[in-house]
């Protein structure tokens, strides 16, 4: 049913040339229709996608060296236009890139500690730059395997998601910002410029008497040596044990289901013990939810950066649902519903008005 609602610019289209509108100018409107075809796509794949987390670690940098541009360009002096050459002088650059293909900028000072760490070569390399008159070029370094001279990054990634507007199980009730403050629940962790996620996050009320840093510091390495083979991020949640297995749920629900390539552990801590665990994901094999249980229920008084490096030691029984083959178990909300209906009839009619602006009698 909801399909229809694209189909409605088209529609538009065809009814300016049913009520008499100029014939000639039918390649006009062929282009509005399908530019607010775009814009109606776009707005509902916004409307309906979700941000993921993705880590990895890096395999190679490279260092481009300074280089001076010429640009050419023209202004205006008394009435007449003239052309004139100008010159931009460009610093140099330090660039990452992990094993997952994404590439980034890194500070000088990062470049030249995990340079001296490398015990691999530079080589030069030939850097394209448009309308280089001088300087140019410059050098990479590859990594040569050692986990423990590399470093990890986590960056954002955009996808469709069909738990967000549908009535699905795992999408839970809506929990907003002011409520979730109230409840105690986390919000996602941003990826901070130059430093990394923060992936175990921990409740002011926790007493924790272990190493916080020293676990999210292996938890961050597990997401990035195994995020991209096996199509996983996890974080560790800690809450007070007193609130109970729910609070899980509820984070859950805030979270609107949590994203496809995710596993959360929520943990009931009492000071180094742990006394619930509760595991979130869009898996549908409880294969290794019911370990990460078993594991705590065998191990309630054990360092949590020992249970990652067991986890990591797991993930072959770690297998997310793929999303083009998930099913919500009923339709889109009614929210999302009249979302996409306004905004087609809203783009439609502006469809309409273009057309008559162009060809109307």
Same mark, same amino acid.
């Given at each position: 049913?909801?399909?229809?609602?694209?189909?409605?610019?088209?529609?538009?289209?065809?009814?300016?040339?049913?009520?008499?509108?100029?014939?000639?100018?039918?390649?006009?409107?062929?282009?509005?229709?399908?530019?607010?075809?775009?814009?109606?796509?776009?707005?509902?794949?916004?409307?309906?996608?979700?941000?993921?987390?993705?880590? $990895?670690?890096?395999?190679?940098?490279?260092?481009?060296?300074?280089?001076?541009?010429?640009?050419?360009?023209?202004?205006?002096?008394?009435?007449?236009?003239?052309?004139?050459?100008?010159?931009?002088?460009?610093?140099?650059?330090?660039? *990452?890139?992990?094993?997952?293909?994404?590439?980034?900028?890194?500070?000088?000072?990062?470049?030249?500690?995990?340079?001296?760490?490398?015990?691999? *070569?530079?080589?030069?390399?030939?850097?394209?730059?448009?309308?280089?008159?001088?300087?140019?070029?410059?050098?990479?370094?590859?990594?040569?395997?050692?986990?423990?001279?590399?470093?990890?990054?986590?960056?954002?990634?955009?996808?469709?998601?069909?738990?967000?507007?549908? *009535?699905?199980?795992?999408?839970?009730?809506?929990?907003?910002?002011?409520?979730?403050?109230?409840?105690?629940?986390?919000?996602?962790?941003?990826?901070?410029?130059?430093?990394?996620?923060?992936?175990?996050?921990?409740?002011?009320?926790?007493?924790?008497?272990?190493?916080?840093?020293?676990?999210?510091?292996?938890?961050?390495?597990?997401?990035?040596?195994?995020?991209?083979?096996?199509?996983?991020?996890?974080?560790?949640?800690?809450?007070?044990?007193?609130?109970?297995?729910?609070?899980?749920?509820?984070?859950?629900?805030?979270?609107? $289901?949590?994203?496809?390539?995710?596993?959360?552990?929520?943990?009931?801590?009492?000071?180094?013990?742990?006394?619930?665990?509760?595991?979130?994901?869009?898996?549908?094999?409880?294969?290794?939810?019911?370990?990460?249980?078993?594991?705590?229920?065998?191990?309630?008084?054990?360092?949590?950066?020992?249970?990652?490096?067991?986890?990591?030691?797991?993930?072959?029984?770690?297998?997310?649902?793929?999303?083009?083959?998930?099913?919500?178990?009923?339709?889109?909300?009614?929210?999302?519903?009249? *979302?996409?209906?306004?905004?087609?009839?809203?783009?439609?009619?502006?469809?309409?008005?273009?057309?008559?602006?162009?060809?109307?009698?």
């Amino acid at each position: 049913m909801n399909k229809i609602a694209f189909f409605l610019p088209i529609v538009a289209c065809a009814a300016a040339l049913i009520l008499g509108f100029d014939y000639h100018y039918w390649w006009a409107y062929a282009l509005i229709a399908a530019a607010a075809e775009g814009i109606l796509y776009l707005m509902f794949y916004l409307n309906n996608s979700s941000i993921e987390y993705l880590s $990895g670690h890096i395999v190679r940098l490279e260092h481009h060296y300074p280089w001076t541009e010429r640009c050419e360009k023209s202004r205006t002096v008394g009435g007449k236009t003239e052309r004139y050459v100008s010159y931009v002088d460009h610093e140099d650059e330090y660039i *990452y890139e992990l094993n997952t293909g994404h590439t980034g900028s890194i500070p000088e000072k990062e470049y030249e500690r995990l340079v001296r760490l490398w015990p691999t *070569y530079k080589s030069e390399i030939h850097v394209q730059h448009r309308h280089c008159v001088s300087g140019g070029g410059g050098e990479e370094i590859k990594w040569n395997g050692d986990e423990s001279i590399t470093e990890t990054k986590t960056y954002t990634h955009r996808y469709r998601n069909p738990l967000k507007n549908s *009535y699905s199980v795992n999408r839970g009730q809506k929990i907003k910002k002011d409520e979730a403050k109230a409840l105690g629940l986390f919000d996602y962790p941003e990826p901070v410029a130059d430093a990394e996620q923060q992936v175990v996050l921990v409740d002011p009320d926790v007493y924790y008497n272990g190493n916080i840093d020293e676990t999210n510091r292996e938890l961050q390495r597990l997401n990035a040596f195994c995020g991209a083979e096996k199509q996983i991020h996890v974080f560790i949640l800690l809450f007070p044990s007193n609130e109970g297995s729910q609070i899980a749920f509820k984070q859950r629900d805030y979270w609107k $289901g949590c994203n496809k390539n995710e596993l959360v552990v929520c943990l009931g801590v009492n000071d180094k013990q742990v006394d619930w665990c509760e595991t979130l994901s869009w898996m549908d094999n409880d294969a290794l939810n019911n370990e990460v249980k078993d594991y705590f229920r065998q191990n309630y008084n054990k360092n949590l950066t020992e249970f990652v490096k067991w986890l990591r030691a797991h993930l072959d029984n770690w297998k997310r649902v793929e999303v083009k083959t998930m099913k919500t178990s009923s339709q889109m909300s009614l929210g999302s519903t009249l *979302y996409l209906w306004i905004s087609a009839s809203l783009i439609s009619a502006f469809v309409l008005l273009c057309a008559y602006w162009i060809g109307g009698k």
